[in-house]
């Protein structure tokens, strides 16, 4: 029987049914192979990159180029460009009075992380010493960005898996930075803080509390993280990763959270390429706005997506999502996929 259930953060109802996993090809699962043929994230290919923001380099560097652990780089066909510093909203922001339509410059920062020199697919092939170095990563050019001043908010994410909107197979990640705040990381946002106002504590500290004692949604857990698949999974598998908090922003994670979150997503990672023969995936890292303080209210997080089903009328004439995986299910063959 299919149960309806609502999502905790945001306005939205999820349809949990499970009886429609028995329909032919309700999972398309196109597993994520490697392709012969150049690569331009190998190492000896950085002409064909723009040139790099920032290059980790191993201890032993001798000069050689070609030499890095982690390179990042200005997206080559970047979706918003041009973002200067000190940026103050004007009335382009705002529409004109009696105005139907609002529109403002696409200024912003759309950047490349080249994960790794070896010519992997996935997170989940690395150790969790290159994941916590990415996340580093990840940590410095968010507060490079947010040092600028002119953008509103910044999203990491990555695409693994053609299925998944990746055009290249080597695993990379992507930085995108817009002067306007997203709708749904705003709206979270200004719901978790009101939340914290009507019932006096934080949403996610009370959602991972009362996840953790139920434990049958829980994946794996620690001093440091824990990671979950929500109770209104809109997608098979869905899977979030949290720092205990609070700690609203990911760019002043602590050292000893981020460790934690980027080893246990690779290991998740790991787990559900284990269970559903590795599948495309995108994860996002969300985190509060830049012209926001360290609040109370918010947690950053990580948010995994399996690709294994595809949306359909309903989903986007209603955007109310069907999930034929139950999240109990999910969680319970994702903790028996390691052991």
Not at 51 to 72: C, H, T, Y
Not at 76 to 102: H, I, K, N, W
Not at 164 to 172: R, V
Not at 189 to 202: F, G, I, P, S
Request: contains cysteine; hydrophobic residues 40%; aromatic residues 10%.
């Amino acid at each position: 029987m299919s149960e309806v259930r609502h999502d905790l953060l945001l306005p939205r109802w999820v349809i949990i049914a499970e009886n429609r996993a028995d329909r032919p090809n309700e999972f398309f699962m196109p597993r994520t192979e490697r392709r012969d043929g150049p690569c331009p994230f190998c190492p000896g290919n950085e002409a064909q990159t723009p040139e790099a923001l920032l290059v980790r380099r191993p201890a032993d560097w001798n000069g050689d180029e070609s030499q890095w652990r982690v390179r990042v780089v200005s997206n080559l066909f970047p979706a918003v460009e041009g973002a200067t510093t000190g940026y103050e909203f004007s009335e382009v922001d705002a529409p004109a009075r009696g105005s139907l339509f609002r529109a403002a410059p696409g200024d912003g920062f759309h950047e490349v992380i080249v994960d790794t020199p070896e010519h992997l697919t996935s997170l989940g092939e690395m150790s969790d010493e290159a994941a916590i170095e990415l996340f580093d990563v990840y940590r410095e050019r968010m507060a490079a960005i947010r040092a600028t001043e002119s953008v509103a908010s910044a999203l990491v994410f990555k695409n693994v898996g053609s299925a998944a909107g990746a055009s290249i197979e080597h695993a990379h990640s992507q930085i995108l930075a817009t002067r306007q705040t997203a709708f749904e990381m705003g709206f979270a946002w200004l719901l978790a803080r009101q939340y914290l106002e009507r019932e006096r504590v934080c949403v996610f500290c009370r959602m991972v509390a009362a996840e953790t004692a139920a434990g049958v949604r829980i994946v794996e857990e620690n001093e440091w993280a824990v990671a979950l698949c929500p109770f209104a999974s809109r997608f098979p598998y869905e899977t979030w990763i949290f720092p205990r908090g609070p700690m609203s922003h990911f760019d002043t994670s602590t050292d000893e959270a981020l460790a934690a979150v980027a080893a246990m997503t690779r290991r998740v990672i790991a787990r559900l390429e284990k269970v559903l023969d590795r599948p495309a995936y995108n994860f996002v890292i969300h985190s509060g706005p830049f012209d926001s303080r360290e609040a109370l209210h918010y947690d950053w997080h990580v948010e995994l997506y399996p690709r294994v089903t595809s949306w359909a009328g309903f989903e986007m004439g209603s955007g109310c999502y069907i999930n034929p995986v139950s999240p109990e299910r999910a969680a319970e063959r994702l903790r028996a996929a390691l052991t």
